[in-house]
């Protein structure tokens, strides 16, 4: 089934006159799938994932999520997003942290640290549970925003350079994670990357975009990894 669907997506900032970031982008998403979307810097690729989730609404075009419009934020989808750093409170520990959103979306505590303890299992930080986020690497924190994410069980989990930020052993064990949980839980995914090699070792398929203003320029089916 189809999980997420894009048609004839456009956003020009700044008006009518304004610059054309993307223009008559379509594609779908299936459900289950890993599909990553890679493209040059500046090519439109953030402003495609912000048309997605809700944060802006496009210019142009339709974006829907298991058949409705999304308008708003909606509450079945969550964002990982580059920058840990800024992701995560530094008041909360790592636990509050992961529960944060379920806060917002009403879910009783008992089960909201149920829910965080389960997500931040998933991605080996059980014993970090009670640490703040200054007490742990970069790579942790990142783990963090992807348990927080997790814990949210959402339909689509999109992420935004997810890897970018961290050294090179640090992202081929985050990788690994994302391919274990995403089999595991059988997880939705649309990860935006400028790294051709990362896009071709995690996705089931990759969207390659051109230069802005973006469109699909190809729609390539890849072999999953070797187990
Ligand atoms: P990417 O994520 O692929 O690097 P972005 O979606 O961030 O690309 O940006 C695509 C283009 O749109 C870039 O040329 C960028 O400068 C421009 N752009 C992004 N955000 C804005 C904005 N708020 N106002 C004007 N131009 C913007
Ligand atoms: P990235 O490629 O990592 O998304 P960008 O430089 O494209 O980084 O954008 C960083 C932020 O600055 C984004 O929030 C984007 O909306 C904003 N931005 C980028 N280009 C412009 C621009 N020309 N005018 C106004 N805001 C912009």
């Known amino acids: 089934t189809t999980m997420l669907q894009v048609t004839d997506l456009g956003h020009t900032y700044g008006g009518d006159a304004g610059y054309t970031a ?18 040059p810097s500046g090519c439109g690729k953030s402003t495609l994932l912000r048309a997605v989730s809700g ?8 974006v829907r999520l298991q058949d409705d419009p999304v308008n708003g934020v909606p509450e079945d989808l969550a964002v990982v997003f580059q920058d840990y750093s800024r992701s995560l409170f530094p008041w ?4 509050g942290n992961v529960e944060f959103p379920l806060r917002s979306r009403g879910i009783p505590a008992a089960q909201r640290k149920e829910r965080a303890a389960e997500a931040l299992e ?6 970090a549970a ?11 924190q990142q783990r963090v925003s992807i ?13 935004d350079e997810p890897f970018a930020s961290v050294d090179a052993q640090t992202r081929a064990e985050l990788e690994d994670l994302l391919l274990k949980v995403q089999r595991e839980q059988d997880t939705t995914v649309l990860l935006v990357t ?7 070792y995690l996705a089931h398929r990759v969207l390659v975009l051109s230069t802005a203003p973006a469109s699909v320029v190809a729609d390539l089916p890849v072999d999953l990894p070797p187990e």
């Open 55 to 62: 944060l802006h609404r496009p210019s142009r075009g339709t």
């Open 122 to 127: 998933a991605v080996g930080l059980s014993a």
């Open 194 to 200: 400028h790294d051709i090699d990362e896009s071709v």
């Open 92 to 95: 909360l520990t790592v636990a």
């Open 147 to 159: 348990a927080r994410a997790l814990a949210c069980r959402p339909a689509l989990l999109l992420m």
């Open 22 to 39: 993307i223009d008559d982008l379509s594609f779908t998403v299936n459900t289950g799938e890993l599909v990553c979307i890679v493209g």
């Open 130 to 140: 009670a640490k703040y986020p200054r007490q742990l690497s970069g790579g942790m």
